[in-house]
């Protein structure tokens, strides 16, 4: 049996009047793996920050012994690089390594002080692995980190002794990592066995058992409330009989009488029914927030809105991609995959005209309308609110935003607080909602789903699914991005290319490579040759016509992939 490493007893924290844990207990055995969920704001950072020691708790124990070393990694990523060397040189570099940093301690303070987010996680992360800890604690570890780092973590973790806590709105991970949840829940913490996919079936199956025993109480209440009113309506006419003018005295006084012994029916069996009502009482099931995203765009465009060619982006003594050749056609679904580093948010800032090419062209349809969501939550003005900020003073506009904030789950009292008050999920919204009172026809995604709760996550694939402009999107979300997109950009060996594959096919290796590329593209070029020459010759109403139709474009999509 595994011993208890951490126990928690009826836990209680409140911040402004507002409660957000409430008699909260459980017990964490070693080698268990919890994966920590919840709507943004619950409090599951607050809870990471009690059992570190970081807060202190208003009421409640926690039992851990004063050995225990707890490696947390925390949500934010705020500081400077050379902060994060501070633990012995020899573990983090070889952490840092497999994670993609090699020579970190050959770089200067300028390099040091100058990562991306990517980076700074990765060294956080190693620096939390070198400290030989007893017990994790992972808020968002996946955030910023590429396909390869989640791999090393997901490996990791796997030969890791002790427990881990991990907070995250990465589904696949969380599929990957975790054997048990817990659930925050309006001040109240859920267990469940299983990981993600299995939370979610069962969290399924209670609330419909719920729902189920609240409608049969709902009947029984009907039913119980009927017979009272019965009961009501036969005391009152008896007490009107009783009252009637008449020179009988005997029959008044008889009927006097059966009225009060009437009301004591009546009484005690209120009292009865009213004492059954209340028993077991079982409240009507919460229901879940609705997050909803509206999307509203311009007509159609014309068919190709970006092509490079021979396009080159260099830092001195940095290349990133070099004589790279790709196109984007209106309303395709994009998805920029490599490694950190290698230049996937610059060619973001490159389409966005934020930053110019090294060489080549980058050409960029001028008809364009873009709508960017960057990685960065905190360049948001933190003094102002988020109404001031994304300046919707006049009626209509701010009815709309208010609309947009609370199908986004942000309630008043949070649109009216400083930005700096906000957490990073809460900021993210934000800069959604400035992103949806736009009209546009591309939509670019850095990182989209960063800081995203799990209900806010499947909402947004579901409204980018309906959506019928252009989405070029950077995600290290494996289920969001499968979910979205259909073709790819590969940043690989300093080159960027377009493939007709989905990021599960590409991810997982199960592209086919012909044995003889030249032979099968020279296959391929002389059936597209005979069949142009055969549409030339035929009408377009012809039903042959759309058979080798289809047919050319399947060969194409053929091509580009030998190429």
């Avoid at 940095?318 to 395709?332: A, G, K, Q, T, V």
């Avoid at 309308?369 to 360049?379: F, G």
């Avoid at 989405?471 to 060996?493: A, M, P, R």
Wanted: net charge positive; proline share 2%; aromatic share 8%.
């Amino acid at each position: 049996m595994n011993k208890n490493i951490i126990k928690i007893t009826s836990l209680e924290k409140s911040f402004k009047f507002r409660k957000i844990l409430d008699n909260v207990s459980f017990d964490i055995k070693q080698g268990e793996r919890i994966g920590l969920v919840g709507y943004n704001g619950t409090g599951k950072t607050t809870l990471a920050n009690i059992i570190a020691g970081k807060l202190t708790p208003d009421k409640g124990f926690i039992e851990k012994s004063p050995k225990l070393q707890i490696g947390y990694l925390t949500q934010s990523i705020d500081y400077q690089g050379s902060e994060l060397l501070s633990t012995t040189e020899g573990n983090i570099l070889q952490h840092s390594s497999e994670l993609g940093l090699k020579k970190v301690f050959e770089w200067g303070e300028n390099r040091l002080n100058h990562l991306s987010g990517g980076e700074k996680l990765k060294l956080a992360l190693s620096n939390v692995w070198a400290s030989n800890p007893g017990f994790l604690i992972l808020d968002e570890p996946t955030n910023h980190l590429d396909f390869k780092g989640i791999e090393w973590l997901v490996e990791e973790l796997k030969k890791f002794k002790g427990p881990v806590m991990i907070i995250s709105h990465d589904r696949h991970f969380l599929d990957e990592t975790v054997t048990r949840i817990f659930e925050i829940e309006n001040t109240k913490i859920n267990f469940y066995k299983g990981n993600y996919s299995d939370y979610q079936k069962e969290k399924q199956h209670r609330k419909e058992t719920h729902l189920h025993h609240f409608e049969v109480q709902q009947r029984k209440k009907e039913e119980i409330e009927t017979k009272m009113g019965q009961l009501t309506s036969w005391s009152e006419k008896a007490h009107r009989t009783s009252t009637k003018q008449g020179r009988d005295f005997g029959n008044k006084e008889y009927h006097r009488a059966k009225a009060k012994n009437r009301d004591k029916q009546v009484k005690s069996k209120m009292k009865r029914l009213q004492n059954e009502l209340e028993k077991n009482q079982i409240d009507k099931p919460l229901e879940e927030t609705k997050v909803k995203f509206q999307f509203d765009t311009k007509g159609n465009r014309g068919k190709r809105i970006i092509e490079a060619n021979g396009v080159t982006k260099s830092f001195p003594g940095r290349p990133l991609f070099l004589d790279s050749h790709f196109y984007i056609n209106h309303r395709e679904r994009i998805g920029l995959l490599g490694e950190n580093g290698c230049g996937k948010t610059t060619l973001i800032k490159m389409i966005l005209g934020e930053s110019s090419n090294s060489g080549g062209e980058l050409w960029i349809s001028d008809s364009l309308n873009i709508a960017y969501l960057s990685q960065d939550v905190d360049n948001l003005p933190s003094d102002k609110t988020a109404l001031e900020a994304l300046g919707f003073i006049d009626r209509e506009n701010s009815l709309r935003a208010r609309t947009l904030f609370a199908n986004l789950g942000l309630k008043e009292q949070l649109i009216t607080k400083p930005i700096g008050t906000l957490s990073l999920g809460e900021r993210t919204r934000v800069k959604l909602v400035d992103m949806l009172m736009k009209e546009y026809d591309v939509l670019i995604l850095d990182e989209p789903t960063n800081h995203l709760d799990l209900p806010s996550r499947e909402q947004l694939e579901k409204t980018l699914d309906e959506f019928n402009g252009t989405i070029i999107t950077v995600s290290h979300d494996y289920y969001f991005l499968n979910k979205l997109c259909d073709k790819l950009l590969v940043f690989e060996n300093q080159r960027i290319k377009r493939l007709e594959i989905t990021p599960k096919e590409y991810l997982n290796k199960e592209i086919v490579e012909p044995t003889d590329n030249k032979e099968a593209l020279m296959v391929i070029e002389n059936r597209i040759a005979t069949i142009l020459g055969e549409l030339s010759m035929i009408d377009q109403k012809d039903s042959k016509y759309m058979q080798l139709d289809r047919e050319f474009n399947e060969l194409l999509k053929q091509k580009r992939k030998l190429i």
